[in-house]
C-alpha cells in the first residue's frame, strides 16, 4: 500500500515537471494587487524590445498628457490618478534592469497594492522617486522638423520657446508665470506662440544645437521673429530675485518689447476729441489692405486692439479710441445702439463694443452746403458689436459675420498665406494651388474638397498672388488650373503632388497611400522650404525699436560678467577712498583748528578775546594789520606752528624695528621748516629737520638728486635758490625716496602712503 501511495507521488511529480518544462512564457503579465493592467509594456505603449530611452520617452509624454492637473472635473482627475499610478508602477518596473528581466522571465512582480485615492499627484511621483512635471498647457517641442520651420517662418507672429528640466527650481517658480501668458489675448490669436523644450530630453540637445544655445539648469526664454533669435536678458536679473511678480513684469515686459511699434499704432488715436477726426479718418480712401478699419475703446481684455491689428494685418486697420468719443459717434452720429442686457434681464451699465466700418465712408463736403443732412448723417458700412464682457473671441466671431468675402464661392476653406500656413500645416495638410482666385471655382472642386479627409487641414492658394511659388513648382498645371498638394509630418521641404482628379474617393486613397508610405509616387523637392517661397510680410519692427532690442541683447551678454565683477570693484574703490578718509580721519583736530583762519567778526577769533589758547605743542600767533583786530574789528590771520625737532642718528637705529615713514626736511638758506598740517600728527609720518652741518646725509642727498628730482631746474647738486628737499626712509625696510621739486608736498606724501610711490635707495653708511 505505501509503495503503491510512493508511486503515485511520484508520478504527479513527474507530471507537474512536463507541464511546468513545455508552459509556454507568459505573454500578458501582471502585478500582484493589480489584475487588470496585466501589460505594463501596454501601459506605457512601448513594444517588449523596447530600448530605456524609448520606455524613459513614453513615461514622459503619458506623464504631461494624463497628469491629474491637466484634467477637468473631480471625477476625471480621480481616473487619471489612478491611471498615472499604473503608469507609475510600469515604469518603476521597467526601468530597473533587474525588475525588469524577472518580469519578462516570470510575467509579474511581487508588490503591496497601491491605492491612488491615498496620495496627492505628488505623493505619488516621491512614492516612486520620480520628480513631479512641470505642467503647461503651452505646445512641447520634440521635433526639429518643426523648430526649422519656425526659424523659417516670415510674418508677425512671436514665438517664445522656454527651456526648462523639471528638476530647475527657478523653472518652478516660472511655471506659473508662463501659464499666466498662455491665457492671455496675444497668444489666443495666435499672435504669439508658446512652445517649450525640455533640455534633458533626448530631443532636447539636438534642438538646443539648433538653437545655438546652451542651458545651464536655469530657465531661460528665447524669442524668435522673421527667424532671428532673441535672448531674453532680463531673465538673469528676475531669476536672481527670487520673485515671481518680478519674472511676471520681465517677461511682458521682453514680450511687449517686440510689439512696441504695433501696440502704438493702434493707439495713435488714443487723444482723439472731436468725432469729426473719427468721421475724417473713415472718410479716407482705402486700398485692398485696409479695406476694413475697427475702432475699439479701452476694454478689459488687455492687448485686444494689438491681437486684432496683427490677426487682420494686410485686410484692416485697428484704432483705440476714447470710450467718449466712440460712444458719440455710434450714438449721436450714427443713431445706433450699444445697450446691452445682463442674465436677469438688467441693462449692463458700461457695455463693451467694437465698431467696424466695412467700406469707405461717403464724402460729404461737396453736399453740406446744399444742406442734404441725409447724406451729411450717412453712416454706411458701420456696423456694432456689443457684449457685456467682449472677449477676443467674441470679437473675432463678430468681425468674421462683418468682413467681406475675400474670394468668391471659397467660403469652408482656409486662405492659406505665409501666416496660415503654420496653423495649417503644423501636422498634415491638402493644399489646393489654384491659379487664379478672382472667379469662383465649379462645385465639383469645391464639394471634393469640403470633405473630411482627417487628419489632413485643408487649405488653398492663390498662386496669382503668389509667383515665388508659382515660380518653384516645376509641373504645369492641368487644363483645369488646379493642382493638389499634400504635407506629412509638417515637413514642408516635401510635396507629395496628388492626381488631378476632384474625386472624395480618389483624395481620400491617395493621402491613405501617402501615410502608409506605399505609394509609387517620388515627393517633389522643393530648393526652399513652402514656407520661405510664400510671400509674406516682414514683423513689424521700427530700425529705433531693433536696435533697441540689440541694446537689450548686449545687455544681456555683458551683465552676468558685470554682476560678478561689480563687488570686487565696489569693494576696491570703498578700499580707497576709506584708506583717504583714514588719513584725513586721523587728523580731525588739526583739521578744525584749520577753521579758526576766518575773518573778523567770525566766531573763531583770536586766543585774547575767547580766552582761549591752541592746545598741544603748537602754538598760537597772531598778526594783526593797523591795531589790535580784537580792538579795532580788523582782519586777522591765526597762524599754527608745530616745531621739528633736529635729526640724531638715534632717530635712525629707531627706524629699523619700527613702521611707517622717517621724514627728512633740508633747508637751504635758514628757510623756516614746518609739516604739513594734515600729517603733523599721523603716527605712520616721523618728521626730523636735518641741520646744515650734517654733511653726511647732504652729500648723501646731493650725489641722489636728479633732473628727474629738480625738474630740470639743475643737472646736478642741489638746488641753490632756497628750495626745500625732502625725503622720506621706509622704517623696517630701511630704503629711501627723494620728493621731486615739482611735487607738492602733501601729495608727494599720500602717494608714499598708498604705495604709489616706492623707496627704493640705499641709505648711507652711518
Same mark, same amino acid.
Given at each position: 500500500m505505501q509503495l503503491h501511495l510512493s508511486s503515485i507521488s511520484m508520478m504527479c511529480l513527474l507530471l507537474v515537471t512536463l507541464q511546468l518544462s513545455f508552459t509556454p512564457k507568459v505573454t500578458n503579465a501582471s502585478i500582484f494587487g493589480q489584475p487588470n493592467d496585466r501589460d505594463l509594456y501596454g501601459l506605457l505603449g512601448v513594444s517588449r524590445g523596447s530600448t530605456k530611452a524609448e520606455i524613459k520617452r513614453a513615461f514622459r509624454t503619458i506623464t504631461r498628457e494624463h497628469h491629474p492637473d491637466m484634467q477637468e472635473g473631480a471625477e476625471a482627475k480621480e481616473k487619471a490618478k489612478e491611471y498615472m499610478a499604473k503608469v507609475l508602477v510600469a515604469y518603476n518596473i521597467l526601468s530597473d534592469d533587474i525588475k525588469r528581466s524577472d518580469y519578462d522571465q516570470f510575467g509579474r512582480i511581487a508588490g503591496e497594492r497601491l491605492n491612488?485615492?491615498?496620495?496627492?499627484?505628488?505623493?505619488?511621483?516621491?512614492?516612486?522617486?520620480?520628480?513631479?512635471?512641470?505642467?503647461?498647457?503651452?505646445?512641447?517641442?520634440?521635433?526639429?522638423?518643426?523648430?526649422?520651420?519656425?526659424?523659417?517662418?516670415?510674418?508677425?507672429?512671436?514665438?517664445?520657446?522656454?527651456? $526648462?528640466? !523639471?528638476?530647475?527650481?527657478?523653472?518652478q517658480l516660472f511655471s506659473s508665470v508662463w501659464e499666466n501668458l498662455v491665457h492671455s489675448t496675444l497668444v489666443e490669436s495666435g499672435a504669439v506662440v508658446l512652445l517649450?523644450?525640455?533640455?534633458?530630453?533626448?530631443?532636447? %540637445?539636438?534642438?538646443?544645437?539648433?538653437?545655438?544655445? #546652451?542651458?545651464?539648469?536655469?530657465? /531661460?526664454?528665447?524669442?524668435? +521673429?522673421?527667424?532671428?533669435?532673441?535672448?531674453?536678458? &532680463?531673465?538673469?536679473? +528676475?531669476? /536672481?530675485? @527670487?520673485? &515671481?511678480?518680478?519674472?511676471?513684469?520681465?517677461?511682458?515686459?521682453?514680450?511687449?518689447?517686440?510689439? $512696441?511699434?504695433?501696440? +502704438?499704432?493702434? @493707439?495713435?488715436?488714443?487723444?482723439?476729441?472731436?468725432?469729426? =477726426?473719427?468721421? &475724417?479718418?473713415?472718410?479716407?480712401?482705402r486700398s485692398e489692405g485696409d479695406s476694413v478699419r475697427v475702432l475699439l475703446p479701452p476694454l478689459a481684455t488687455n492687448d485686444m486692439g494689438v491681437a486684432l491689428s496683427a490677426l487682420y494685418e494686410g485686410s484692416a486697420l485697428v484704432r483705440s479710441v476714447p470710450r467718449a468719443v466712440l460712444l458719440s459717434l455710434v450714438e449721436e452720429y450714427c443713431a445706433q445702439s450699444v445697450d446691452v442686457l445682463g442674465g436677469g434681464g438688467e441693462p449692463v451699465p458700461l457695455p463693451e463694443f467694437v465698431v467696424a466700418s466695412v467700406e469707405q465712408l461717403p464724402n460729404i463736403s461737396s453736399d453740406e452746403s446744399a444742406g442734404n443732412k441725409s447724406q451729411m448723417r450717412s453712416c454706411r458700412g458701420i456696423v456694432v458689436g456689443a457684449a457685456a464682457a467682449l472677449t477676443y473671441r467674441k470679437a473675432v466671431n463678430f468681425l468674421k459675420e462683418s468682413f467681406p468675402q475675400r474670394h468668391l464661392g471659397m467660403s469652408g476653406l482656409t486662405h492659406v498665406t505665409s501666416v496660415s500656413f503654420f496653423d495649417i500645416c503644423k501636422k498634415h495638410c491638402l493644399l489646393w494651388l489654384r491659379d487664379n482666385c478672382e472667379g469662383e471655382p465649379t462645385g465639383t472642386w469645391l464639394e471634393a474638397l469640403r470633405g473630411d479627409y482627417k487628419p489632413f487641414k485643408v487649405g488653398y492658394i492663390c498662386l496669382s498672388s503668389e509667383p515665388s511659388l508659382r515660380d518653384a513648382v516645376p509641373l504645369p498645371l492641368?487644363?483645369?488650373?488646379?493642382?493638389?498638394?499634400?504635407?506629412?509630418?509638417? !515637413?514642408?521641404?516635401?510635396?507629395?503632388?496628388? %492626381?488631378?482628379?476632384?474625386? /472624395?474617393?480618389?483624395?481620400?486613397?491617395?493621402?491613405?497611400?501617402?501615410?502608409?508610405?506605399?505609394?509609387?509616387?517620388?515627393?517633389?523637392?522643393?530648393?526652399?522650404?513652402?514656407?520661405?517661397?510664400?510671400?509674406? =510680410?516682414?514683423?513689424?519692427?521700427?530700425?529705433?525699436?531693433?536696435?533697441?532690442?540689440?541694446?537689450?541683447?548686449?545687455?544681456?551678454?555683458?551683465?552676468?560678467?558685470?554682476? *560678478?565683477?561689480?563687488?570686487?570693484?565696489?569693494?576696491? =574703490?570703498?578700499?580707497?577712498?576709506?584708506?583717504?578718509?583714514?588719513?584725513?580721519?586721523?587728523?580731525?583736530?588739526?583739521?578744525?583748528?584749520?577753521?579758526?583762519?576766518? %575773518? #573778523?567778526?567770525?566766531?573763531? *577769533?583770536?586766543?585774547?578775546?575767547?580766552? *582761549?589758547?591752541?592746545?598741544?605743542?603748537? /602754538?598760537?600767533? +597772531?598778526?594783526?594789520?593797523?591795531?589790535?583786530?580784537?580792538?579795532?574789528?580788523?582782519?586777522?590771520?591765526?597762524?599754527?606752528s608745530c616745531p621739528i625737532e633736529v635729526y640724531t642718528s638715534a632717530d635712525l637705529r629707531e627706524a629699523k624695528d619700527g613702521r611707517g615713514f622717517l621724514i627728512l626736511i633740508f633747508a637751504e638758506n635758514g628757510k623756516t621748516i614746518e609739516p604739513p598740517q594734515c600729517f603733523a600728527k599721523d603716527s605712520r609720518f616721523v618728521f626730523r629737520a636735518v641741520p646744515e652741518d650734517d654733511t653726511l646725509w647732504r652729500q648723501w642727498l646731493s650725489q641722489h638728486v636728479t633732473s628727474t628730482h629738480t625738474g630740470g631746474a639743475e643737472e646736478n647738486g642741489l638746488n641753490k635758490g632756497g628750495a626745500l628737499h625732502v625725503v622720506a626712509i621706509r622704517r623696517g625696510k630701511m630704503l629711501a625716496a627723494i620728493k621731486s621739486l615739482c611735487a607738492s608736498v602733501e601729495a608727494w606724501l599720500f602717494d608714499m602712503a598708498d604705495g604709489t610711490i616706492v623707496a627704493d635707495l640705499p641709505l648711507p653708511e652711518l
Amino acid at each position: 500500500m505505501q509503495l503503491h501511495l510512493s508511486s503515485i507521488s511520484m508520478m504527479c511529480l513527474l507530471l507537474v515537471t512536463l507541464q511546468l518544462s513545455f508552459t509556454p512564457k507568459v505573454t500578458n503579465a501582471s502585478i500582484f494587487g493589480q489584475p487588470n493592467d496585466r501589460d505594463l509594456y501596454g501601459l506605457l505603449g512601448v513594444s517588449r524590445g523596447s530600448t530605456k530611452a524609448e520606455i524613459k520617452r513614453a513615461f514622459r509624454t503619458i506623464t504631461r498628457e494624463h497628469h491629474p492637473d491637466m484634467q477637468e472635473g473631480a471625477e476625471a482627475k480621480e481616473k487619471a490618478k489612478e491611471y498615472m499610478a499604473k503608469v507609475l508602477v510600469a515604469y518603476n518596473i521597467l526601468s530597473d534592469d533587474i525588475k525588469r528581466s524577472d518580469y519578462d522571465q516570470f510575467g509579474r512582480i511581487a508588490g503591496e497594492r497601491l491605492n491612488a485615492a491615498d496620495f496627492t499627484s505628488d505623493e505619488l511621483f516621491e512614492r516612486f522617486n520620480q520628480h513631479p512635471p512641470i505642467l503647461s498647457k503651452s505646445l512641447q517641442l520634440e521635433n526639429l522638423i518643426v523648430l526649422r520651420r519656425i526659424l523659417n517662418f516670415r510674418g508677425n507672429r512671436l514665438f517664445l520657446l522656454q527651456v $526648462y528640466d !523639471d528638476t530647475c527650481k527657478s523653472c518652478q517658480l516660472f511655471s506659473s508665470v508662463w501659464e499666466n501668458l498662455v491665457h492671455s489675448t496675444l497668444v489666443e490669436s495666435g499672435a504669439v506662440v508658446l512652445l517649450r523644450i525640455d533640455a534633458y530630453s533626448d530631443e532636447g %540637445p539636438e534642438l538646443l544645437k539648433e538653437l545655438h544655445a #546652451s542651458y545651464d539648469k536655469e530657465v /531661460k526664454v528665447y524669442g524668435i +521673429a522673421d527667424g532671428v533669435v532673441w535672448n531674453m536678458p &532680463q531673465m538673469a536679473v +528676475a531669476v /536672481k530675485s @527670487n520673485s &515671481q511678480r518680478q519674472l511676471d513684469y520681465a517677461l511682458m515686459e521682453f514680450v511687449g518689447n517686440f510689439f $512696441y511699434d504695433r501696440r +502704438a499704432e493702434v @493707439n495713435s488715436m488714443g487723444n482723439v476729441e472731436d468725432v469729426q =477726426v473719427l468721421l &475724417q479718418w473713415l472718410r479716407e480712401r482705402r486700398s485692398e489692405g485696409d479695406s476694413v478699419r475697427v475702432l475699439l475703446p479701452p476694454l478689459a481684455t488687455n492687448d485686444m486692439g494689438v491681437a486684432l491689428s496683427a490677426l487682420y494685418e494686410g485686410s484692416a486697420l485697428v484704432r483705440s479710441v476714447p470710450r467718449a468719443v466712440l460712444l458719440s459717434l455710434v450714438e449721436e452720429y450714427c443713431a445706433q445702439s450699444v445697450d446691452v442686457l445682463g442674465g436677469g434681464g438688467e441693462p449692463v451699465p458700461l457695455p463693451e463694443f467694437v465698431v467696424a466700418s466695412v467700406e469707405q465712408l461717403p464724402n460729404i463736403s461737396s453736399d453740406e452746403s446744399a444742406g442734404n443732412k441725409s447724406q451729411m448723417r450717412s453712416c454706411r458700412g458701420i456696423v456694432v458689436g456689443a457684449a457685456a464682457a467682449l472677449t477676443y473671441r467674441k470679437a473675432v466671431n463678430f468681425l468674421k459675420e462683418s468682413f467681406p468675402q475675400r474670394h468668391l464661392g471659397m467660403s469652408g476653406l482656409t486662405h492659406v498665406t505665409s501666416v496660415s500656413f503654420f496653423d495649417i500645416c503644423k501636422k498634415h495638410c491638402l493644399l489646393w494651388l489654384r491659379d487664379n482666385c478672382e472667379g469662383e471655382p465649379t462645385g465639383t472642386w469645391l464639394e471634393a474638397l469640403r470633405g473630411d479627409y482627417k487628419p489632413f487641414k485643408v487649405g488653398y492658394i492663390c498662386l496669382s498672388s503668389e509667383p515665388s511659388l508659382r515660380d518653384a513648382v516645376p509641373l504645369p498645371l492641368g487644363t483645369t488650373g488646379n493642382l493638389l498638394l499634400a504635407l506629412v509630418d509638417g !515637413d514642408d521641404s516635401k510635396l507629395h503632388v496628388m %492626381p488631378d482628379i476632384p474625386d /472624395k474617393v480618389n483624395i481620400a486613397q491617395s493621402l491613405s497611400s501617402i501615410l502608409a508610405e506605399v505609394g509609387s509616387t517620388t515627393p517633389l523637392q522643393l530648393d526652399a522650404p513652402l514656407s520661405r517661397i510664400l510671400s509674406s =510680410v516682414p514683423f513689424r519692427m521700427s530700425r529705433n525699436q531693433y536696435l533697441y532690442m540689440c541694446f537689450l541683447w548686449i545687455f544681456g551678454l555683458v551683465y552676468p560678467f558685470f554682476s *560678478t565683477c561689480y563687488p570686487f570693484f565696489m569693494m576696491f =574703490v570703498t578700499h580707497k577712498l576709506l584708506q583717504r578718509y583714514n588719513l584725513l580721519g586721523n587728523n580731525r583736530n588739526d583739521n578744525n583748528s584749520q577753521t579758526n583762519e576766518q %575773518p #573778523s567778526g567770525a566766531s573763531n *577769533t583770536c586766543s585774547r578775546c575767547s580766552g *582761549t589758547a591752541p592746545s598741544g605743542s603748537c /602754538k598760537s600767533t +597772531a598778526s594783526v594789520t593797523r591795531g589790535s583786530a580784537c580792538d579795532n574789528g580788523t582782519s586777522s590771520k591765526e597762524v599754527i606752528s608745530c616745531p621739528i625737532e633736529v635729526y640724531t642718528s638715534a632717530d635712525l637705529r629707531e627706524a629699523k624695528d619700527g613702521r611707517g615713514f622717517l621724514i627728512l626736511i633740508f633747508a637751504e638758506n635758514g628757510k623756516t621748516i614746518e609739516p604739513p598740517q594734515c600729517f603733523a600728527k599721523d603716527s605712520r609720518f616721523v618728521f626730523r629737520a636735518v641741520p646744515e652741518d650734517d654733511t653726511l646725509w647732504r652729500q648723501w642727498l646731493s650725489q641722489h638728486v636728479t633732473s628727474t628730482h629738480t625738474g630740470g631746474a639743475e643737472e646736478n647738486g642741489l638746488n641753490k635758490g632756497g628750495a626745500l628737499h625732502v625725503v622720506a626712509i621706509r622704517r623696517g625696510k630701511m630704503l629711501a625716496a627723494i620728493k621731486s621739486l615739482c611735487a607738492s608736498v602733501e601729495a608727494w606724501l599720500f602717494d608714499m602712503a598708498d604705495g604709489t610711490i616706492v623707496a627704493d635707495l640705499p641709505l648711507p653708511e652711518l
